[in-house]
């Protein structure tokens, strides 16, 4: 009988251990569809980590956090820091085809063809004739990309970018299938006809569900990928946190979704809750121009902005309505990217505030009593919702002004803000990489698709276009500090808080890469028993 029952706990065990880990599934959830799987659309931050998952660029951030090379094996750069010659290793599209050199020219040069329709062209101005490209001024073969060999990427920039390496590692900087892409109308469109490079490949996609997306064997390192298949869910917050007490998902939260608010108390009490610094910004757009249709804008005064900006308790909405670790924010720049600690003004001012908002409405030729109520637009979610109603209360109870609050379905909402149909907007900015000007420049160019708030400066253009020229990383941060200080006296932005990241992890998922700049890699991730 002993001898029996060994043999069963046995034949048990060695059942338990037959799923190779390699096979097992990682379950994860994405809230809601991706907007596109075309890595030169792709913006917010759930379709950039897909993108992540099924291609790869020239470099990449490494598991221990720091930039590495990736399917570029060598670089030359110039002495001036005006050219960079990648040389790629050999490396395969999903299909079988070549990797090439002609695949990242061609989806780069498609990027900043005036026609194609991408919010991110933007990100490219940095190569030689970018920008007057997608401007139509130039010929597309005019810009600064040479392809002397399938394997040999020559790349004239601008100016002298010494961060190129760090940029080149972003989504809008990776390969297209240009083969592919030519002979498919509705490549990226759907599983079927997606084809990447990186160590997953998407298998199906059912809209508003699930996706699929397994080891991709083509991939250069695919032995280093230890998970075989994710299924990427598409569920509300409460929804996900069922699912993750109930063991049907491996991780929740940051920084592909938001755990709710109302569970965060107790997720610390239990020591569940994870979490980790993320270089991020949320603020308000202000909408600078002098009329709103037809209307005299208030907002179209800075000291009447400033107003807005310092009379707010930004600690006291980080306590008691966030409650996840952020940072009352005093800049757009996140301080760990080092241009200013303590910010460019001081938070919670309420008797300054009244002195700005004074003098805001005598430039107006306003009264206190004649000002109609200011409008706070967001894309309806139970966060931006708590966080409107808090600034409105302290707004209305600090300024005495009256604000009303606007919930907006999210496509809906992007199109106005892209129309600039708006007085103030919730906006958001996450690092794409580790360097202070990927926040700064969002606000160079008042066309630009992601500044909409109707303001530029000269002298902030300036300075960022000196920043590039300086290769002393001293007087560099100086330059770009000043920038930020003419962004701050201005307001065209109403920096609210830090970003953190807040999430589950449950502990046979081990592995994760997770970087300060919401970054999630799971290719080098293992799933224990």
């Known amino acids: 009988m002993f001898r029996l029952l060994f043999l069963i706990l046995v034949l048990f065990a060695s059942c338990q251990k037959s799923v190779p880990l390699h096979e097992k599934t990682l379950r994860i959830n994405i809230c809601a569809d991706p907007q596109t799987l075309d890595p030169r659309k792709a913006r917010d ?69 005036p026609a194609f329709p991408t919010d991110i062209a933007y990100q490219l101005y940095v190569i030689k004739n970018g920008r007057k490209a997608k401007q139509g001024e130039i010929d597309k073969d005019q810009i600064g990309i040479k392809t002397p060999d399938p394997y040999t990427l020559v790349v004239e920039l601008e100016q002298p970018t010494p961060y190129f390496l760090e940029l080149v590692s972003m989504t809008s900087f990776f390969p297209i299938p240009s083969k592919t892409v030519s002979e498919t109308a509705d490549w990226g469109l759907n599983a079927g006809s997606l084809v990447g490079n990186g160590p997953f490949a998407i298998e199906s996609w059912s809209h508003g569900d699930q996706i699929r997306i397994v080891k991709n064997p083509k991939y250069w390192e695919a032995d280093e990928v230890k998970i075989g298949r994710i299924d990427l869910f598409m569920v509300s917050g409460d929804t996900e946190m069922r699912m993750f007490e109930e063991g049907k998902i491996d991780w929740a939260g940051s920084p592909l979704s938001t755990i709710p608010v109302d569970a965060l108390a107790d997720l610390k009490a239990k020591e569940d809750l994870q979490i980790s610094p993320l270089s991020g910004t949320y603020f308000f757009r202000v909408n600078t121009a002098d009329r709103i249709k037809e209307k005299k804008n208030p907002l179209s005064s800075p000291n009447f902005r400033k107003a807005l900006a310092i009379a707010l308790n930004r600690a006291d909405i980080a306590e008691h309505i966030l409650q996840g670790g952020q940072m009352a924010a005093k800049s757009l720049v996140p301080p760990e990217m080092g241009l200013s600690e303590e910010g460019y003004f001081l938070d919670n001012q309420k008797e300054t505030a009244g002195s700005f908002l004074v003098k805001g409405l005598s430039e107006l030729n306003l009264s206190l009593n004649e000002l109609e109520p200011i409008v706070i637009s967001y894309s309806s979610s139970e966060k931006n919702a708590s966080i409107a109603q808090a600034i409105q209360k302290q707004w209305e109870t600090t300024l005495r002004i009256r604000v009303l609050l606007e919930a907006v379905e999210p496509k809906v909402y992007f199109q106005r803000l892209s129309q600039k149909q708006f007085q103030l907007a919730a906006g958001s900015w996450i690092a794409d990489f580790n360097d202070p000007i990927n926040f700064l420049e969002v606000f160079k160019y008042k066309d630009a698709s992601t500044n909409n708030t109707n303001w530029e400066s000269p002298k902030y253009v300036d300075l960022l276009n000196q920043s590039a020229l300086s290769s002393e990383s001293g007087e560099r941060k100086r330059i770009l500090s000043e920038a930020e200080g003419i962004l701050m006296d201005q307001m065209p932005i109403i920096p609210i808080f830090h970003f953190a990241m807040n999430y589950l992890q449950t502990d046979h998922l081990e592995e994760v890469a997770l970087s300060p700049i919401g970054q999630i890699d799971f290719r080098w991730s293992t799933l224990g028993n």
């Open 45 to 113: 931050l759930t379709t950039i980590t897909l993108m992540r998952m099924m291609f790869e660029g020239l470099t990449r951030t490494s598991h221990s956090g720091e930039l590495e090379l990736a399917l570029a094996h060598n670089v030359e750069i110039s002495d001036d820091s005006t050219q960079f010659v990648f040389h790629l290793r050999k490396s395969f599209w999903s299909n079988g085809d070549p990797v090439t050199s002609d695949d990242f020219a061609k989806s780069w040069k498609s990027i900043l063809d």
